[in-house]
């Protein structure tokens, strides 16, 4: 019988087995390597980064926070232009168990290139990352060594300098937050304001990457405002007037004492702008002090160009509750009312570039990590571009957080 070809179907099976008798003889493709100088890669740091951080490691960690660890390798240690992968080992004891993690990018080193480790600082691409699984990040102490780096495709590579540091995690409380959208007539064209989703969920995000915090307990309404536009500079009182009361009967009716409330105003695309405010600046804890302020599309307002200012013009509200005060920048145009303030022109950092700031992301919202250059990016609580927090905020808020966590913790039944 034969097959449709006219061939004969014993026939047509044999000369197809017959092309697949025999294994190929194609060989991997041989690459050469670059490697290492005979000294080996040289490690010329580990940091442990949050949302701010220096090389020495120096900010506090929060314990349950996304968290990212870098490795700077020295560019002459390698011969030749030069891909590099890596690994790290995670133990929160010298004989305990190791959690392994690779890196999440390449590295390329060019012995020929000159940049710093002060410049490396401010550039993602220019160092091994790491993100940390969330049950490294526990309370207590983690040993973080390099395990292997490896060039693309090759071997392990020879190690010099330091492979290993320790990181202590610190219990910090969440931050828990009521945000209300005041929903606002216009008396001159009829219409009403409300804010858009997206508004709350960047104040959200943003609170949950920069704060001192290892959550944010979050909650959100719309409600009727107590105010009409067009707005004069009592409105946001009005608001926070509002707001307020809105708290206390919240608070009476059993909701967390210690959850701060800020209230959204939509700026009608920039024709309504209510300027934030909050109540007070309180010298001790004191949760109940509420603030409010204005959201829309940026537009470069501040150096932002995305879909939302009310992230970090929220934050900066949101930190006169926890009893931050301004630095004074730019000069001239706010009040210098934080004489503690560490760093010139609101910066993150001095000209020693000693911190540098870190934006883990946000998968959802398709923000990128970022590392943020401390003397291109400014304190949440100036007025200035770019804004980020610093050293002095991050501490500054953890340490109220853990007050008001202690002194306003509800009452056991």
């Not at 996304?66 to 133990?91: C, F, H």
């Not at 309504?272 to 010298?283: E, L, Y």
């Not at 949760?287 to 879909?307: E, I, Q």
């Not at 009040?335 to 001095?350: E, I, T, V």
Request: proline share 6%; aromatic share 8%; net charge negative.
């Amino acid at each position: 019988m034969k097959n449709k070809r006219g061939m004969p179907r014993n026939e047509a099976a044999t000369r197809v087995d017959h092309a697949y008798a025999t294994a190929p003889r194609r060989r991997p493709q041989q690459i050469e390597f670059a490697g290492a100088t005979p000294a080996g890669l040289a490690i010329q740091g580990i940091e442990v980064c949050q949302a701010i951080q220096s090389v020495e490691n120096s900010v506090t960690l929060i314990a349950d926070k996304a968290t990212l660890v870098r490795v700077y390798i020295n560019q002459a240690s390698v011969r030749s232009a030069t891909k590099l992968r890596g690994e790290i080992t995670l133990r929160t004891s010298e004989q305990g168990p190791a959690t392994y993690v690779p890196a999440i990018n390449e590295l390329d080193l060019d012995p020929v290139d000159g940049t710093t480790l002060v410049d490396k600082r401010d550039t993602m691409a220019a160092s091994l990352n790491f993100r940390l699984p969330a049950s490294s990040t526990r309370a207590g102490k983690l040993m973080v060594e390099i395990n292997r780096v490896t060039q693309k495709g090759g071997e392990d590579q020879p190690l010099t300098g330091t492979r290993m540091t320790s990181a202590t995690f610190v219990s910090a409380a969440p931050l828990r937050i009521r945000c209300l959208g005041l929903r606002y007539r216009d008396g001159a064209t009829g219409k009403t304001h409300t804010p858009d989703a997206v508004h709350f969920t960047y104040l959200r995000s943003y609170l949950e990457r920069a704060y001192p915090v290892p959550s944010v307990i979050w909650s959100q309404v719309v409600v009727d405002a107590d105010f009409s536009a067009p707005f004069s500079d009592d409105t946001v009182v009005q608001a926070n007037m509002q707001i307020a009361a809105i708290r206390s009967s919240d608070v009476n009716s059993g909701v967390d004492p210690r959850t701060h409330y800020f209230g959204l105003v939509d700026d009608a695309n920039g024709a309504n702008f209510m300027r934030g405010r909050a109540m007070g600046i309180p010298a001790m804890p004191q949760p109940d002090t509420v603030a409010s302020g204005p959201c829309g599309v940026p537009n470069g307002f501040a150096g932002d160009n995305d879909l939302s200012y009310a992230d970090w013009y929220g934050a900066h509200e949101l930190g006169h509750t926890f009893g931050r005060y301004h630095p004074g920048f730019p000069a001239g145009q706010q009040d210098a009312s934080d004489p503690a303030f560490p760093y010139q022109n609101g910066q993150l950092s001095n000209a020693d570039r000693k911190y540098v700031g870190y934006d883990l992301g946000d998968g959802v919202l398709g923000m990128p990590l970022q590392a943020l250059s401390g003397t291109d990016h400014h304190d949440v609580m100036t007025y200035a571009d770019q804004q980020w927090i610093c050293a002095h905020t991050f501490e500054a808020i953890r340490i109220r957080l853990k007050e008001e966590d202690e002194q306003f913790a509800p009452a056991i039944a």
